[in-house]
């Protein structure tokens, strides 16, 4: 059972991947409003590079002046989700749920905390061990090391527990471009990707299966979770064996 419509953007520019989470984001919030179940979506994209820096970033974060940005083909936006700076381009998969917290009984530390776990799924399917590095969101390995990398980068926006921007996984990504910048933040913490790690390229499509199906799993896991302490009975089994939505058995 999908949580979520799945849309697949491809490459796209950054400003048009924005567009449309804004209106999926804003229209979810206005259902919410209104009393009415609205559409949790799930957009799949890749960038054309493109340097965003979050509402507690700060520019010094930025190596080189904006001006080589433009000469490089490299787009900068100041926007509004959480954490600093951090870069996106080709060979990444950029993941933007859109999703009603409500309706899994989620709270924001606790989705976030689950963002990082099906990636941390998706990372040990390959046969990496990732994991958390504490007061550093994201997904890293060798976190506790001198050798700590970080593999993918998460930043949210949360409004009446509606969200919006998510995380990006560096599958394939050309990681030269985070020497433009002290990724997230972080001046004495490397990047690495799926590709560094395995030393070959990981199919794109491969990933992003992967990816939707930990997903979908975890946001299963917490529905179902909650449906056992609300029905500990017969009618929770039902439905969990049925797939049917919670109230419809």
């Known amino acids: 059972m999908s949580h979520f419509i799945y849309h697949d953007l491809g490459r796209i520019e950054y400003e048009k991947a924005l567009e449309r989470q ?19 979506r799930l957009f799949f994209c890749e960038h054309q590079p493109v340097l965003t820096i979050g509402k507690s970033g700060k520019d010094t974060n930025l190596l080189i002046p904006k ?96 969200t919006m921007h998510g995380l990006a996984l560096n599958v394939n990504t050309d990681l030269r471009y985070f020497s433009y910048i002290h990724p997230c933040g972080f001046i004495d913490k490397g990047v690495t990707s799926l590709r560094q790690e395995l030393k070959h390229e990981v199919p794109m499509d491969e990933v992003k299966q992967r990816l939707e199906g930990e997903l979908n799993r975890l946001l299963n896991e917490k529905k179902s979770a909650d449906c056992s302490m609300k029905e500990p009975g017969r009618l929770c089994s039902m439905i969990k064996l049925s797939g049917l939505p919670e109230g419809k058995a």
């Open 67 to 162: 001006e080589l940005l433009v000469q490089r083909g490299i787009s900068f936006y100041h926007i509004n989700r959480g954490g600093d700076i951090t870069y996106h381009g080709p060979g990444q998969l950029v993941c933007y749920p859109i999703l009603n917290l409500e309706e899994f009984h989620l709270g924001l530390k606790e989705y976030v905390h689950l963002l990082e776990e099906a990636v941390i799924r998706v990372c040990a399917s390959y046969g990496i061990e990732a994991g958390r590095l504490e007061k550093a969101t994201g997904v890293w390995l060798e976190g506790s090391t001198t050798r700590a990398r970080k593999i993918c980068a998460i930043g949210v926006r949360s409004s009446h527990y509606v």
């Open 22 to 40: 804004t209106v999926a984001f804003n229209a979810l919030l206005e259902a919410k409003a209104q009393g009415r179940t609205g559409e949790n």
